[in-house]
């Protein structure tokens, strides 16, 4: 079995909304500062920040997954699915 990493970059989504989501799908963190986890996956959130897009703000945040090549990439098809926003 192949270990993969990918990353994520999510713009224009709350950090509430990333984790409520991460709680639908199973995500934990066993403490501050330690990563989640769903069965062989682990993720790390970058903090939030706002970037400037032409006049407006937004917030940006990376999310990283490391696990099975195939339960990553599946993972990460299903996050930017989720957070499809009209526009891009």
Not at 10 to 27: A, C, H, K, M, T
Not at 61 to 79: F, H, M, N, R, Y
């Amino acid at each position: 079995m192949h270990s993969a990493r990918e990353d994520i970059l999510l713009r224009n989504v709350s950090r509430r909304e990333i984790l409520e989501y991460l709680d639908r799908l199973g995500f934990k963190q066993p403490g501050p500062d330690k990563p989640y986890l769903s069965g062989d996956i682990e993720l790390r959130l970058s903090e939030t920040c706002k970037s400037e897009l032409c006049a407006i703000r937004i917030d940006e945040t990376t999310l990283w997954l490391e696990g099975p090549e195939d339960q990553v990439l599946s993972l990460k098809a299903k996050i930017r699915v989720h957070f499809l926003r009209a526009g891009g």
